[in-house]
C-alpha cells in the first residue's frame, strides 16, 4: 500500500497543468489521497510491527479468507486454482472476438464447468451448448444489447 | 391534498384502460433488466424507447417509469443470491443480503426485499403526488457546497461501518476515491491516470468496480476454498417476513423511505448513495448492530426501502421543474419530449391526464412488483440450487456477459475481471471492499463538487460554512464521525478491561 501511494502521488504530480484549471487543480486532490494512503499504510506497518512482537506465532499465520476458516481442508493449491478461473475468463476476452458470443460463451461455461469439477461428458457439453443458446437468446435477441461479433456466424 | 375522487380515479383507469397493463409489462421489463449485471434501469428504459413512438402518450409514460421501478428492484435479485449487485443502488443490499443467503435464508432475504421494497415504492408514489411542488424548492437550494457536503456525508459512512479496523476501513475508502479520479478531470478536462488509453478517459464505471469486488472476487474465494467440488444442494422458498419481523423491519423501513425522499428529489444523488447512507443510519438505530454485515434483516429492508422510494420521489425534480436528476429520469425525460411533452410546471396545467395518468400508473407498477416479484423469485430460488459447477460456471458467463453490455467492450470485462483479483486479495487480508465501493461511488461527486464551489466562492473555503446546507451537513458527517470514534475508543478501552480481569 505504501508503494502504491507512492505511486499514485509520483502519477499525480506528473499531470499535465492545464490554463483551464482551478485553484485545485487536477494534481490536488490526488496529492491528498495519496499522502493520506500513505500516512494509514505507515500507520499499518507500525501497529503490526508493535502486534508482532507482542504475538509473534500469530504473525507467522497467513490470513484465511474470512468466514471460511474452520471449513476443514481446502485445495492444495488455492492460488493455482483461483489463477486457472482468472485464465478461463481471460482466455474468454482473447477468444470472443474471433469465435463470437455464442461459441465463446459455451466455450466459458464449459470449461468453468470441468475446472469447478464436473466431469466432461455429454450432459455437460449439453448443457455448456444449451446455456450459450440461452445467453445468446437473452441478451442478443430478447434484449437486443451488442456482444462480441466473432469471424464465424454473425450472432450478435 | 388529493382530492379522494382523484384516487377513485386513479384506480378506475388502472382497470379499465391500458394503464394498468402497461404497468405490469413495464414491471416486468424492468426486473429483467434490472436483474441482469451491466445492464442499468436506464438502459433497460432506453431499450424500450423506440417502441413507445406510437403509443399514447399517458401509456408510453407509465410503461417507461414502471419499467424503472422494476429495474430498481430487479437489482435486488442477483444482490441476495449470487452476490452480485445487478445495479449500482443494490450495493449496499448484497452485504447482509448475500450473507443471509448464506446461512440458508435466501427465501427470507427475498421476502424482506420485496416487501420493503413495494413499501418503498409507496411511500415515494405518496411523497411524490403530495410534496412534488414544496421539495422541488429544496431541490433548487442545493448548490455545489452542499452536494459536496452530502458526499462527505455519505463517505462519513465509512468510519461508522468499519468494524474493527478503522485504519483499513479509511484505506479501503481512499482507494476508491483514487479510483474514481482516473479518467478526464471534471473541471480542466485534462485527463488523469489513463495511461493513453481512450477506453480509460470516461473514467472506470462503478459497477465494473462493484461486479468485480462482489461477483468475481467471491466465484474467485469459492474457487480457492474447501470443498468447492462439492454439489450444492438444499431447497428454499420465499418468505415474506411474519407479523414480529415486519414490527422490527419497521424503523429501518421508515429510515429508508426518509433517506430515498431526501436523495430522490434532489437531482445527481440517486439511489445508490440513498442506499448506503439509510443502511447506515439503519445500523446506527438498530438494537442488533451486531447482527449487521453477518445477515442482518435490516440490512436488507434499509437499501431496498430507499432505493425504491426512489425510484419514485426520482421523478420530483423532473415532474416539477424538467430537470433529470439520473440517468434514468433523463430517458423517461426523452419519452416526454418525444410525444410533446414539456415536463416542468406547465406540465401539470396542459396535460394534468398526464400526470394523473402517470400517478395512477406508478401505483400499479407497485402492485404488479408484488405479484411479478414473487413469481419471478421461484425460478431464481431454482437456479441458485443447482450443483455448483453448474451454478459457478453459469454466473461467470452471467457476469462476463453483462459488463460487456454496459459499452460493448472487451477491456472492461478485463477490468471486471481485475477488480475480481482485488476482492479476492482483499478478502484474504481482512479488507472491507464497501468502503472502496462507497469511495468509487462518491468520488466524482466529492470531487467535482468540490472544486465547482470553490471556483464559485474565488477560492474561500468558507463557503462550505457559510451555506446553510453545506454547513449543516457538513457538521452531522462530523457529529457521526466523532461518534463512531468515540464508540470504538470505548470499545477498545472496554476489551482492555475484560483481558486485564480475564488475566
Redesign the interface.
Known sequence: MLALSAGYYWMAVAIPRSQLADAVGPQGLPRVYALLLGVLSLTMIVKSFRRRAQVPSVAATPPPVPGRESAGAGPRFPLWRVAGMLAIGILYILVAPWLGYLLSIAVLLLATTYYQGGAINRQVVLVSLSGGVLFWLLFVVLMRVRQPPGWWLPLS | MVAPPLVIDALTSIFTTAIGPAAFAGVAWGI??GA?PG?SPS?TMA?LLPFTYGMDPSIAIVLLASTYVGAEYGGSIPAILIRTPGTNAAAATVVDGYAMK?QGKAGEALGISLYSGCLGGMVGLVVLVLLTEPLATIALAFTPAAYFALGVLGLSVIASVSGDSL??G??AG??G??IA?VGT?P????N??TFDSPELLSGIPPILVMVGLFA?GE???Q????????AASGTARIRFPGHAMRKRLARPQAIGSAMGTLEGIMPGAGGTISAFLAYNEARRWSSHKEEFGHGSPEGVAAPETANNTVACTALVPLLSLGIPGSNSSAILLGGFLIHGLIPGPTLFVNHPDVVNGLYAGLLAANMALLTLGFVVMMPCLWLVNR????L???I???V??GI??ID?S?FQ??VA?GF??VG?AM????VPFLRMVLGVVLGFMV?SN??RA??LAS?DHMTFLQDRISAGLLGLAFVFVAGALVRQGVDALGRRRLARSAA
Open positions: 429483467l433488466g441482469l445492464i438502459i431499450l448464506e485504519t483499513k479509511l484505506m481512499l482507494l476515491l483514487m479520479t478531470d473541471v480542466s478536462g485534462v488523469r491516470f468475481i466465484l474467485l474465494a474457487t480457492g476454498e474447501p470443498g468447492c467440488e462439492k450443483p455448483k459447477p453448474y459457478m460456471a453459469f461467470y458467463a452471467f462476463v456477459s460487456y453490455a460493448a472487451l470485462v478485463g475481471i475480481g483479483l479476492y478478502r484474504y487480508f481482512k470531487e468540490y472544486r470553490l471556483v477560492g
